[in-house]
């Protein structure tokens, strides 16, 4: 079946830097868009960034933008989210998903596959 695996989550200071990664199999990685969400606790799961299949076109949530770029390499079938100048409310935990096709969204619900996630936190 499908499967996405995040890595990269861990401890770091504000201010600090991380890269995510997620690694995909069995789609076939150029067809299709991919993104970045994230969950607080207590919190629902919140759009952060998304990618299409080309990696011409990419978005992002205000509160990350100019701090996080997304990129993806489809020779090695991965999806990365750098992520600088981090802040304690980046604090969660980061999904990567897929949705196949053309199209890329913002709504989690158009996105049919997931990984399992990666805990990021950031102390002040």
């Known amino acids: 079946q499908v499967q996405l695996v995040e890595s990269g989550g861990g401890l770091v200071q504000a201010g600090g830097s991380l890269k995510l990664a997620c690694a995909v199999s069995?789609?076939?990685?150029?067809?299709?868009?991919m993104a970045w969400f994230r969950q607080a606790p207590g919190k629902e799961r919140t759009f952060v960034s998304n990618?299409?299949?080309?990696?011409?076109?990419?978005y992002y949530a205000d509160s990350v933008k100019g701090r996080f770029t997304i990129s993806r390499d489809n020779a090695k079938n991965m999806v990365y989210l750098q992520m600088n100048s981090l802040k304690p409310e980046d604090t969660a935990v980061y999904y990567c998903?897929?949705?196949?096709?053309?199209?890329?969204?913002?709504?989690?619900?158009?996105?049919?596959?997931w990984g399992q996630g990666t805990q990021v936190t950031i102390s002040s």
């Open positions: 998903a897929a949705s196949p096709g053309v199209l890329v969204f913002t709504n989690p619900g158009r996105y049919a596959y």
């Open positions: 069995r789609l076939t990685f150029s067809s299709v868009g």
């Open positions: 990618i299409n299949w080309s990696g011409v076109s990419t």
